[in-house]
Structures are given as C-alpha cells and as structure tokens.
C-alpha cells in the first residue's frame, strides 16, 4: 500500500457506513462492543485511521498531516484492531500494530533520536534477534468512551485483542511510546515493562512526557493474571485495608482487579474478536 493513498480525514458518514457494513456481515454477535482484526487495505482501517487522527489531534495536536507523515511509511505492516459500538452503529476505538522483525517499527526507528543510544544497542539490550516483533504503536479511544465502564470495556477490549491476536501470529517482543498517562495505565494492569536501553522520559510528537518501552511479550498475559489476583486481595475492604488506604484506593484496586481480570482472561471479551477474513498468522 502506498502511503499517498492513506487519508486520516474519513468523516462521521463514512465511518457509519463501514461499520454498518460490517456490523451486517456479522450479525450474530452477542454484546455491546464487538473488535475487528483489519490489515491496512481494510475499509475499517480508514475507520481507524479517522478515529487516530480525531483523538491525536485533540489530545496532541497531531493533524492529518503529521498523521499522514509520521505513519505512513509503515502502513503496508499495519494490523488496527477497531472497536465497534454495536448499540450505536459507530466505531469507538483503535489500536495500531506495527509488525517488523526489530528495525522497521516506529518505536525502535525513532528512539534513538531522543534516547542517545542507536538501533543495534537497543537491540542487543533486550536480546531482539529477528523474531517478530510488535510496536503498539496507536491506541486512541473516542472522548465519549472514557470515563466509565464502557471506558474500561472498551479499552480492555483493545488490550486483551494486542494479547491474543499477537499470540497467534506469534510475536516474541513488544515496543511501544507511551506518554504519562499510558504508561501509568499499562503498569496498572501488571505488564512487564522496562524502557528502552534503561532510557529515561522525552517529549514526543506532542506529549511531554513520553517513554520508549519494551516488553517480553509471551511473559504478559500471565504477569496481567498475577497483577488481578494482587488487585483482587489489595480490594477487600477490611478494616485495616480501610484504615490504610481508604475506601477511594479500595476503589481504584477494584477497578484494577476488573480489568487484569478481563485482559489477562478473556473473561467476556474473546468471543468478541473477530479477525478478517484473509488475514492470517504472517500476512
């Protein structure tokens, strides 16, 4: 795919459309939220393109121009995971997965810009020797889905897509830039994470506080099940757990409890993948 064919300016019609396409191309599906695996040529892929550049103009000022730039020359190894409201008929989230074998995924071509250390170092720290590797490279949800349970479905439903369909096309290690308040969320839920070559945090294509982050992607899944027993104990509310943290801490580890929970099990969510026809481990 060449990337002067790739537009991020879909508008709300468009969008509709597609989804009301595939939504009909699957009617039999139970759920609010159902998510589509699509490869870059995919109409729901210009979906999620849309939905990047709305969330990373609005979060960052990253328009369809710095979209365009900054993404484009990895368009051809794009896997978007597109979250669909079925209730609403619209799109409500977007994951991008850059799929190379170290050099060739956004993370790992721009790091050493901003960390001081060149590919082969990165790649020598984190014992990447040509197996396939997966840069997170996207993850956007619209305004509307955040802040309540559907925020956290709808997330989650993300997360736990990145886990299975990574399994299956049998990715060894995962890269990604994450700005403060991803990286906070990732570590929330138990991913084993480290930076780059031990890097520290940089400004990044709009955030202030970014970093470059690697994880040993077959030790995930079971460190997220980890982190949702922690979580599980850390939210019982006994008097000294009251008296130690407060209920808004009880709270929060709930919440953390829950979604471990659903990313690291599948809990609800699996049955709501839905992986292209065609597109399949390699491709």
């Not at 994951?95 to 082969?120: C, Y």
């Not at 990732?186 to 084993?192: C, K, L, Q, V, Y």
């Amino acid at each position: 795919m060449s990337a002067t064919t790739v537009r991020y300016d879909l508008d709300d019609a468009g969008m509709q459309r597609i989804t009301a396409e595939f939504l009909a191309a699957h009617p039999a599906r139970t759920g609010r939220f159902v998510t589509a695996v699509v490869g870059p040529g995919s109409d729901l892929a210009r979906v999620g393109r849309a939905l990047e550049r709305r969330v990373f103009e609005e979060s960052f000022g990253n328009d369809t121009e710095v979209m365009a730039a900054e993404y484009g020359r990895y368009e051809a190894n794009s896997l978007f995971f597109v979250v669909i409201d079925r209730r609403r008929g619209v799109p409500a989230g977007v994951a991008r997965m850059i799929e190379s074998n170290g050099p060739g995924v956004k993370t790992i071509d721009d790091a050493p810009d901003h960390i001081g250390v060149d590919v082969d170092t990165i790649l020598a720290a984190h014992g990447m020797n040509g197996e396939r590797v997966w840069d997170c490279a996207t993850l956007a949800v619209l305004p509307q889905y955040r802040g309540g349970r559907s925020s956290l479905l709808v997330s989650s439903m993300l997360y736990r897509t990145f886990l299975v369909i990574g399994r299956r096309r049998g990715v060894r290690h995962a890269v990604s830039m994450l700005d403060r308040g991803a990286y906070r969320n990732i570590a929330m839920i138990g991913a084993p994470m480290r930076t780059l070559a031990d890097s520290g945090p940089f400004a990044y294509l709009g955030a202030a506080e970014n970093r470059a982050v690697y994880m040993d992607f077959p030790r995930i899944e079971a460190a997220v099940r980890e982190q949702a027993v922690r979580m599980r104990r850390a939210s019982r509310p006994t008097p000294a757990a009251l008296r130690r943290s407060g209920p808004r801490k009880l709270l929060v580890n709930r919440v953390a409890f829950q979604v471990s929970t659903r990313i690291g099990t599948g809990k609800d969510v699996d049955e709501h993948i839905v992986v292209a026809e065609g597109l399949t481990a390699g491709a």
